[in-house]
């Protein structure tokens, strides 16, 4: 329609989460129709993304600094480490402003179908950073699914001999959630997991 | 073309932004694939854990297409022993031994019945879900033509002192019998034939029995070797 280039960037477009080709159409007609205000900028701020964002050599997280900015931070206690599989997780996590520790992010979690092993998964790195004597705890904080559950106790294991108090996160009831919509895996979870008050 | 079925989510894989290929056992239509529409998203992306159980409804217009689950859950089994580590192992390597031995669409009603078992087991219904999961290997191996033949000695005939497998043939071979060929033979653990289970070491040699011949009949070839979370299990009860 507009030229192999116009297709090339709905193609390119619609490969983004949330974008099909029809909503990756009117976002490129919208990019081209406001070239100086949005096309151009967006243009620079993806170069400069790609230039200067990289994975840190230390937790994995995304930044422009390394090690991350999280990673440099010197208020941050550096006796517990959280391991997350993936980015967003750590970002979730940050932006719950609610843990003050450093974190590891393993790259995903086990997977027998997917053909994720061991090796293609942050755990070496992460042993080596458990057994260099600063750490105290590491919080494992993988999905409540069956693999990153699998990858939680392959990472424990993996910790045994660190010297290093190993933890995982809670199963349960959700805030606001209602019993009666809860279902029954994740009652049964929320009731083995009970505390006393 | 419709279907019902109780089925096992033995995977789930992402498929597009929001749906998922679900590869299920199910007992009338053995190990059936279909696209769960919103698979990937938050409402079903826990009832497609590996392990649970569910009322599946299979809709295609042809019965040779992918076609489309749409499903209920019924038992949510994983979240059971997600705490336990050897007992998620387990329903993993089970998981995925399934998803690699079986073939597409051809009913095991028997086999189905074995894995409601073991999720039984595993559940918590029973100390020895480990020699249920061997059991159900042979069974599988059974199922799919490469039984084993336990019932008596493969030399003499006598169905007293079993303790070997032939690994060529898959027949028991007594004590007496097999003495000059120890080295070369496979143990078999007396739980298999009847007896007791006699600790860690007879699941172990269960494992090892059955891991035998399903590499060599089930696991051979372009993807060779067992899949990683069979090995993972049996290493960590190994250990």
């Known amino acids: 329609m507009g030229g192999p280039?116009?297709?090339?960037?709905?193609?390119?477009?619609?490969?983004?989460?949330?974008?099909g080709p029809r909503s990756a159409r009117r976002a490129a007609l919208h990019l081209l129709k406001n070239r100086g205000s949005l096309l151009e900028p967006l243009t620079a701020a993806l170069e400069r993304t790609a230039e200067a964002v990289k994975p840190c050599p230390v937790c994995g997280n995304l930044d422009t600094v390394e090690p991350c900015g999280i990673c440099s931070e010197a208020r941050r206690d550096r006796s517990t480490i959280c391991v997350v599989e993936e980015v967003d997780d750590l970002w979730a996590l940050e932006r719950a402003?609610?843990?003050?520790?450093?974190?590891?992010?393993?790259?995903?979690?086990?997977s027998a179908l997917d053909g994720v092993g061991p090796e293609d998964l942050g755990i070496a790195g992460l042993v080596a950073r458990a057994s260099d004597g600063a750490v105290e705890e590491v919080i494992l904080a993988t999905n409540a699914t069956v693999d990153g559950q699998t990858t939680a106790h392959y990472v424990t294991d993996r910790l045994e001999g660190c010297g290093v108090r190993v933890s995982r996160l809670a199963f349960g009831v959700p805030m606001g959630g209602e019993l009666d919509y809860l279902d029954e895996g994740t009652l049964g979870a929320a009731l083995k997991a009970r505390r006393a008050v | 073309m419709e279907w019902s079925d109780r089925g096992i989510v033995l995977s789930a894989?992402?498929?597009?932004?929001s749906a998922a290929v679900v590869n299920m056992l199910t007992r009338e239509h053995g190990r059936h694939a279909g696209l769960a529409r919103g698979g990937a998203g938050r409402r079903l992306k826990g009832v497609l854990q590996a392990g649970n159980l569910v009322a599946a409804r299979w809709r295609g217009r042809l019965s040779e297409h992918l076609g489309g689950y749409t499903m209920e859950l019924e038992r949510a089994v994983p979240a059971a022993f997600l705490h336990d580590a050897n007992r998620l192992a387990c329903l993993a390597c089970a998981c995925a031994v399934a998803e690699r031995s079986l073939p597409e669409r051809h009913p095991y009603p028997l086999l189905f019945d074995g894995f409601l078992a073991l999720l039984d087991g595993l559940e918590g219904g029973s100390d020895h879900w480990d020699a249920v999961y061997v059991r159900w290997e042979v069974g599988l191996l059974d199922v799919l033509g490469f039984g084993l033949d336990l019932g008596a000695c493969a030399v003499t005939g006598r169905n007293d002192d079993l303790i070997y497998v032939s690994p060529r043939t898959g027949r028991a071979v007594s004590a007496s019998a097999g003495e000059p060929y120890r080295d070369r033979l496979l143990a078999?653990?007396?739980?298999?034939?009847?007896?007791?289970?006699?600790?860690?070491?007879?699941?172990?040699?269960?494992?090892?029995?059955?891991?035998?011949?399903?590499?060599r009949h089930l696991f051979a070839g372009e993807r060779a070797g067992p899949p990683p979370a069979r090995e993972r299990f049996v290493a960590r009860l190994g250990r």
Not at chain 1, 5 to 18: H, I, S, T, Y
Not at chain 1, 102 to 110: I, T
Not at chain 2, 13 to 17: D, I, L, N, S
Not at chain 2, 191 to 200: M, N, V
């Open chain 2, 13 to 17: 894989r992402r498929h597009g932004e």
């Open chain 1, 5 to 19: 280039e116009v297709d090339r960037l709905v193609a390119l477009l619609a490969r983004l989460p949330g974008l």
């Open chain 1, 97 to 110: 402003g609610i843990f003050g520790g450093l974190y590891h992010v393993l790259g995903g979690a086990l």
């Open chain 2, 188 to 215: 078999l653990p007396g739980f298999l034939i009847g007896k007791d289970i006699g600790g860690a070491s007879d699941i172990l040699a269960g494992l090892r029995l059955t891991g035998h011949f399903l590499e």
